[in-house]
T-cell receptor, first 112, second 113 residues
């Protein structure tokens, strides 16, 4: 995960918006992903964005991509207790199309 | 139900005792891979397979072997486990490319004493 970086923890109040950030280093990134890992489970793909897009919205989720700064964010609107999980940013690259590179994950906890 | 299964889910073993973690998918996926998850390091790819009899090293292949004799199965073999292989292991599969949606198994927690 050294090429994809995320902060390890985020705490938000229930009902607020959560913003999870990710930075990557390789300019040849093709797809960028957000995966969710609930306790005791494997990862589930939440959403993804192609590198020629700036934004993607899917219900409560908004993904923003700033290619110039190599910065990806995931905004969760109206955060609920069920959103408690670890969120992984990941990328695939044109230079290495057969693998996905994951960040270290951000643990999101929800305060009442 | 479309799924990726792994066995065992939990395993405690001792240094040097060979073990195999099985992975099976029922979606006719071509691409399969193994990851290990360690605190603060995220997921690191161990090995991947693009199809039957086609496997390649990921980022951390040392100490591991894999085989892909059938499309549905992709076992991970630790010939001589060591304590630094204590980790949480995930198998994943996708239709044809890693850019396709990856489906993850539930994980295998391995402890090597």
């Amino acid at each position: 995960g050294e090429d994809v970086e995320q902060s390890l923890f985020l705490s938000v109040r229930e009902g607020d918006s959560s913003v999870i950030n990710c930075t990557y280093t390789d300019s040849s990134s093709t797809y960028l992903y957000w995966y969710k890992q609930e306790p005791g489970a494997g990862l589930q793909l939440l959403t993804y964005i192609f590198s020629n897009m700036d934004m993607k919205q899917d219900q409560r989720l908004t993904v923003l991509l700033n290619k110039k700064d190599k910065h990806l964010s995931l905004r969760i609107a109206d955060t609920q207790t069920g959103d408690s999980a670890i969120y992984f940013c990941a990328e695939t690259r044109r230079s290495s199309a057969s693998k996905i590179i994951f960040g270290s994950g951000t643990r999101l906890s929800i305060r009442p | 139900e479309a799924q990726v299964t792994q066995n065992p889910r939990y395993l405690i073993t001792v240094t040097g005792k060979k073990l195999t973690v099985t992975c099976s998918q029922n979606m006719n996926h071509e691409y399969m891979s193994w990851y290990r998850q360690d605190p603060g390091l995220g997921l690191r790819q161990i090995y991947y397979s693009m199809n039957v009899e086609v496997t390649d090293k990921g980022d951390v292949p040392e100490g591991y072997k894999v085989s892909r004799k059938e499309k549905r199965n992709f076992p991970l073999i630790l010939e001589s486990p060591s304590p630094n292989q204590t980790s949480l292991y995930f198998c994943a599969s996708s239709l044809g490319q890693p850019t396709d949606t990856q489906y993850f198994g539930p994980g295998t927690r391995l402890t090597v004493l």
